[in-house]
């Protein structure tokens, strides 16, 4: 299914489903690992959706799982707060090719000094 904020179409939500992994780390690891392009996120922060529209603006379709309408939301956030080092702050959190990139700061310091690319085609997100 499609997820449509707005006028944007972030890529694919990641609805909530009761039968996933039961330790959130493992379903962090699981979801990041399934898709090119992985955006946790939280559908009222703005850094998340200048991620996102730096991403869909670079022709990824990124796939968006929005902490805010999970009911395990707060776990899976926590969850990322451990893999950033319990960092505040913690959304947006990008995966790519299964990797953890960080937060904001690190994608946009990775698409500055021009490395965000190379892993977005490695991981088989960009095809240019």
């Given amino acids: 299914m499609h997820y449509q904020a707005a006028e944007y179409s972030w890529g694919y939500y ?3 489903v009761r039968s996933m992994a039961s330790d959130p780390l493992e379903r962090v690891l699981r979801v990041a690992s399934e898709s090119a392009v992985v955006i946790f996120s939280v559908s009222s922060c703005c850094m998340c959706h200048a ?3 730096l991403f869909c603006g670079m022709g990824v379709n990124p796939t968006v799982f929005e902490l805010d309408q999970d ?3 707060k776990e899976i956030e926590r969850a990322l707060m451990r893999l950033l080092g319990n960092s505040p702050g ?3 959190v990008v995966f790519i090719g299964g990797k953890l990139i960080g937060a904001m700061d690190r994608v946009m310091a ?6 965000l ?4 085609k490695e991981a088989g997100a960009l095809w240019l």
Avoid: D, F
Avoid at 110 to 115: E, K, L
Avoid at 117 to 120: I, S
């Fill in 117 to 120: 690319v190379p892993l977005l």
């Fill in 51 to 53: 991620v996102k529209r």
């Fill in 14 to 16: 990641m609805p909530a």
């Fill in 71 to 73: 009911p395990r939301g």
């Fill in 90 to 92: 913690t959304v947006p």
């Fill in 110 to 115: 990775s698409h500055i000094n021009g490395t």
